[in-house]
C-alpha cells in the first residue's frame, strides 16, 4: 500500500503542489485516463497482390482476300502482334482486352512472288479474381503464342490466334507502427525491434509514343511491298532520379518484304532506342528499390515510303510501361511493454506484409534441328512464339514454338517449325509459396543444315519470390492503477541462472526490473547474457 500513496501523490503533483483543488472523483477520472497510454501511430502503406493470373485466349475470324490481290494457292505462313486496349478491375474479375494485328503471307494462284494480307482480330477476355474490386490497380500483358491460316476458297481465309494474356491485380494495404514515446512516466518500459521490409510501394505507368523513319541496314536491297510485319518491346535499363523512373528500351521491327526484280523475299531487323520518364508517387528518392518493368504495344503502324526502290520504313508504336515498384528500408515498432508499478495489458494489431525476399534471372540456350521437306538454301526470318510456363515440383517448365521461313535450294519459300521446351531447375521451390516467373526470348539464330534448319534460342526465366513479413505493433499500453503492484513483498535481488531462451528483456520483465538497471550491476557485453551466466538483478524501486 506504501507504493500505491507514493503514486497517488506523484500523480497530483504532476498537476499541482495543492492536491486540494481536485475532488476525489476528479483525480480518480484523471488517473484512469492517464493509464491509458495510447501511443502514436505511424501508417506505412504499400500494395498487397490480390490475384496473378493468366489464360490462353482463342479467336477465330474470317477474311475475303481484296480485290486488289490475286487468288490464293497455298498459304505459307501466318504471324501477328498481340496489342493491348485496355484492362479493367471489376468486382471479382479482371477483363483484358486488345486485337491482333495478323499477318498471311501466300503464294498467289499462277504463281510469282509471296504476297502478305494484314488484318485485326480484336478479343476481349475475362480472368475471375475473387479479392479484386473496381478499386484495385490492374496490370496486364498480352503475348501472341501462336496463329494459324487456312485457305476456306480461292478468295476467304480462316485464322484463329492464340494470345497469351496474364493480369494481376493490387489493393492499397497498410500497417501501423508505434514509435517509442519520447516523453512516457519513467515506470513504463518498452520493447523496440526493427524489421526489414521489401514490400510493393508504387504501381505507375506511362503511356508513350515511338515514331520514326528507319533505313534499311546496309547491303539490303530496296523494299518495294512489305509482306509482313511485327515489333517486340523491351526494356534495357532503369534508374531513379529524384521522383522518375528513367527507363531506357528499345523496340524490334521486323519487316519481311519483297523487293523488284527479285524472287526471293528478305527480312530486316530495326532496332528504334527510346528513352521515357514515369512519375513515381512515392517519391522519397530511397536508392534501395527495385522494378519489375512490362512493356506491352497499344497500336502500331509500320509501312515502306512508297516507292519501288524504298529504303526507308516509316513506323509509330504506341505503347504502355507498366512498372511495380519495390522499396527496401527498415521499420521499427513497440512489440511489448510492461510498468514496474501497475500491472499492464498490451493492444497490438497483426499484419503480414508482403515482402519481396529475392530475384534471380536463369539463362538457357536451346538447340534443336527443324525438319525440312526440302534443303533450305537460306532463312528469310525466324519468330518464337511464347508457350506456357509451368511450375513443377523442382523447377519450371518453359514451353514455346519456333517457326523458320526460307528459301529452298529450287526457290521456292517456305517453312519450318516445332515445339520447343526449356527447363530451370529451381531448388527448394515445393516450399515457395508467391513467386512470379516470367519467360523472356532473345535475338534467335537459325542456320540450314543437311535434313533441317538448326535454331538456338535463348531463354531467360526470371523469377520474383516474396515472403509475408509478420509484424505484431503495439499500439497502446492500459495500465491497472486500481491495483499497483507491491513492490515490498518482492524480492530485492534476484541471483538468476540465464536459461538458453532467455533475454534481457524477459528477465527484466519477469523480476520487475529494468534492461539498464541489469546491465548496471552485472558485467557482460552486448544485448543479451549468455546463457548459463548468473546475474544479480535488482527490482526496480
Known amino acids: 500500500m506504501q507504493s500505491a500513496s507514493v503514486s497517488s501523490a506523484k500523480l497530483v503533483f504532476y498537476f499541482s503542489s495543492d492536491a486540494n483543488m481536485f475532488n476525489q472523483t476528479h483525480l480518480h477520472l484523471w488517473r484512469r485516463k492517464y493509464m491509458e497510454l495510447t501511443l502514436k501511430r505511424n501508417n506505412i502503406p504499400f500494395y498487397r497482390k490480390q490475384a496473378d493470373s493468366g489464360v490462353t485466349h482463342e479467336e477465330t475470324m474470317e477474311m475475303i482476300v481484296p480485290d486488289s490481290l490475286p487468288d490464293i494457292q497455298d498459304v505459307l505462313d501466318a504471324d501477328g502482334t498481340a496489342v493491348l486496349r485496355s484492362k479493367e478491375c471489376d468486382n471479382g474479375k479482371i477483363t483484358v482486352s486488345g486485337f491482333v494485328r495478323a499477318n498471311v503471307v501466300y503464294t498467289p494462284d499462277g504463281g510469282g512472288i509471296a504476297r502478305g494480307l494484314n488484318t485485326q482480330i480484336p478479343f476481349t477476355t475475362t480472368i475471375d479474381a475473387a479479392e479484386v474490386t473496381p478499386e484495385s490497380k490492374a496490370l496486364a500483358n498480352t503475348e501472341l503464342s501462336g496463329i494459324e491460316a487456312r485457305a476456306l476458297n480461292s478468295r476467304k ?138 512493356l506491352a504495344p497499344t497500336g502500331l503502324y509500320i509501312q515502306e515510303s512508297g516507292s519501288d526502290s524504298a529504303t526507308t520504313v516509316s513506323v509509330e508504336i504506341t505503347a504502355v510501361a507498366q512498372a511495380v515498384v519495390c522499396k527496401k528500408f527498415e521499420a521499427s515498432y513497440i512489440s511489448d511493454a510492461y510498468s514496474t508499478a501497475y500491472d499492464a495489458d498490451c493492444a497490438s494489431e497483426e499484419h503480414y506484409v508482403p515482402s519481396l525476399e529475392s530475384e534471380q534471372t536463369f539463362k538457357e540456350t536451346v538447340r534443336e534441328t527443324l525438319p525440312t521437306a526440302v534443303n533450305a538454301r537460306s532463312i528469310v526470318c525466324t519468330r ?80 520474383r519470390v516474396f515472403k509475408n513479413v509478420h509484424i505484431n505493433p503495439v499500439y497502446s499500453v492500459n495500465l491497472n492503477d486500481e491495483m499497483p503492484k507491491d513492490s515490498a513483498k518482492l524480492p530485492s535481488i534476484v541471483l538468476c541462472r540465464v536459461g538458453s531462451d532467455d533475454t534481457l528483456w524477459n528477465l527484466a520483465k519477469r523480476y520487475n526490473s529494468t534492461r539498464e538497471l541489469i546491465h548496471l550491476t552485472n558485467e557482460f557485453e552486448g544485448d543479451t547474457p549468455d546463457p548459463g551466466s548468473l546475474l544479480v538483478i535488482a527490482k526496480k524501486r
Request: charged share 20%.
Open 157 to 294: 481465309l480462316s485464322i484463329r490466334a492464340f494470345v497469351n494474356v496474364s493480369a494481376s491485380a493490387y489493393n492499397e494495404g497498410k500497417f501501423s507502427r508505434s514509435p517509442t514515446p519520447e516523453d512516457c512516466q519513467e515506470d513504463v518500459e518498452f520493447l523496440t525491434e526493427i524489421c526489414e521490409l521489401n514490400p510493393v510501394t508504387d504501381i505507375s505507368e506511362k503511356a508513350f509514343t515511338i515514331s520514326d523513319e528507319l533505313s534499311l541496314p546496309a547491303g539490303k536491297p530496296p523494299i518495294s511491298l512489305i509482306i509482313k510485319s511485327g515489333v517486340s518491346l523491351s526494356a534495357d535499363e532503369y534508374r531513379v532520379a529524384g521522383s522518375k523512373l528513367i527507363l531506357k528500351g528499345s523496340a524490334n521491327v521486323l519487316i519481311v518484304y519483297a523487293s523488284m526484280g527479285m524472287s526471293e523475299l528478305n527480312s530486316a531487323n530495326l532496332i528504334v532506342p527510346f528513352s521515357e520518364v514515369i512519375d513515381l508517387s512515392d517519391n522519397d528518392g530511397a536508392e534501395y528499390k527495385t522494378f519489375d518493368v512490362s
Open 384 to 463: 518464337v512464339f511464347p508457350g506456357e510456363t509451368v511450375r513443377g515440383a523442382d523447377g519450371y517448365g518453359v514451353a514455346f514454338k519456333v517457326t523458320v521461313t526460307y528459301c529452298s535450294e529450287d526457290g521456292r519459300t517456305m517453312t519450318a517449325s516445332g515445339k520447343l521446351n526449356a527447363f530451370f531447375a529451381y531448388p527448394g521451390l515445393p516450399y515457395i509459396n508467391d513467386i512470379r516467373a516470367t519467360a523472356s526470348f532473345g535475338e534467335p539464330f537459325a542456320a540450314p543444315v543437311a535434313g533441317g534448319i538448326e535454331v538456338r534460342i535463348p531463354v531467360e526465366l526470371h523469377t
